[in-house]
């Protein structure tokens, strides 16, 4: 089973996705915004991009994981650009090798070098437990 949260913006229309792999999916944006998974399963932060506009635009989409203290644990990236009416579906993982909570963000902005927001930023809380 599939689960969406949907964030509409100026450039760029985003459905964010997450799953754990052999795991309940985790969806950022989510009302509860917490959800537990386990150490060494691999997490998936997908997210669906269309660009609404007439031109192309460029895109980077940026999954960042922080544990409890605030230190940033994992932070990966990919770039692209998208055509008029293209949509793409980025995804990232993670595989958490410790258990606490952690903090997953995930941002979509013009570049690496250029910080402007091309969508809000998202955040969800992960409880990571011991395998079963």
Known sequence: MKYYGFVIF????????NHAYAESPIILGDKQNIRSIEV?????????????????????YIVQIQNEDGVTVSLSWLTGKLVPTQSFSPALSWTPDETGKYTATIFVWESIDDPSALSPTLSLTLNVGKTA
Not at 10 to 17: H, K, N, P, R, V
Not at 40 to 60: C, H, M, P, S, Y
């Open 10 to 17: 100026g450039l760029l229309t985003i459905s964010i996705l």
């Open 40 to 60: 060494g399963k691999q997490v998936q932060i997908t997210a669906d991009l269309r660009n609404n506009q007439d031109i192309e635009q460029d895109f980077a």
